[in-house]
Nanobody, 128 residues
């Protein structure tokens, strides 16, 4: 089936690091923009990062800028989110999502409703 699957979540202490992976199956990520989103209980789902099909465009929410790094390895059909200096406010369910990349565009975008192929989410809990 056509799907994306997240992995790498877990429990980490404040200041720690995690690397999330988003792996596609049934299609190739080349030609798709990928976004990372997170949702904490009682809060709106927010776009925290995105990357264009060729990685020529990346974007980060201000809350994670300088701490999180998005990258992709199209040969492995995988997008990564390297998270460092994690804090309790980073706790939530993290989702990756895909949308076709418009080659006339220049920005990957972090708007949830622009993405239509979503993973099941992986829980990230930052707590001591």
């Amino acid at each position: 089936q056509v799907q994306v699957v997240e992995s790498g979540g877990g429990l980490v202490q404040p200041g720690g690091s995690l690397r999330l992976s988003c792996t596609a199956s049934g299609f190739t990520l080349d030609g798709y923009a990928i976004g990372w989103f997170r949702q904490a209980p009682g809060k709106e789902r927010e776009g925290i990062s995105c990357i264009s099909s060729s990685a020529s465009s990346t974007d980060y929410a201000d809350s994670v800028k300088g701490r999180f790094t998005i990258s992709r390895d199209n040969a492995k059909n995988t997008v990564y989110l390297q998270m460092t200096s994690l804090q309790p406010e980073d706790t939530g369910v993290y989702y990756c999502a895909a949308r076709r990349w418009n080659y006339s565009g220049h920005y990957c975008g972090r708007v949830p409703n622009e993405y239509y192929l979503w993973g099941q989410g992986t829980q990230v809990t930052v707590s001591s």
